[in-house]
């Protein structure tokens, strides 16, 4: 899924904190002692509230304008800025069907990784979407001429 790109409010906080907030998602905050710090964690706190949003089922916000955004009095802006993060891709439920005795190597392989079926499954199409990928184009096959 592509990255989606929202405003976020870079300010100064207490004791030389810095601060980034984000008008779009409500209690969507970080903080760091750095300006670089809190903007390495922006993304990763963006894209937790886009989290929390698709496990409510609820849909993404259109990003806010930047001169719709309204400031609180207190805010000491330092500047706007856009941050990237991608969005949850949803999961669907799939029936497969596979011997038996494939399925229980399976489980054994997943337990031994610490994983439950649905990952394993998950990395193991990765791995093999990888593997061919080489020999697969943009839009199926490569002919050999």
Request: negative net charge; contains cysteine.
């Amino acid at each position: 899924m592509a990255q989606r790109f929202y405003p976020a409010v870079l300010e100064r906080g207490e004791n030389g904190a810095v601060g980034v907030w984000f008008p779009d998602f409500p209690g969507c905050v970080t903080c760091a002692r750095s300006q670089e710090e809190a903007m390495a964690r922006a993304s990763d706190a963006l894209e937790e509230a886009m989290r929390t949003l698709a496990e409510r089922d609820e849909a993404l916000p259109p990003p806010s304008a930047l001169e719709a955004i309204q400031l609180p009095p207190e805010c000491d802006l330092i500047t706007f800025v856009a941050v990237g993060a991608t969005p949850p891709d949803p999961s669907e439920r799939v029936n497969v069907y596979l011997p038996k005795s494939l399925i229980e190597r399976i489980d054994r392989a997943a337990a031994e990784l610490g994983m439950n079926r649905s990952s394993f499954f998950g990395m193991a199409a990765s791995q093999a979407l990888r593997t061919v990928a080489g020999q697969l184009g943009t839009f199926g096959p490569v002919r050999k001429r």
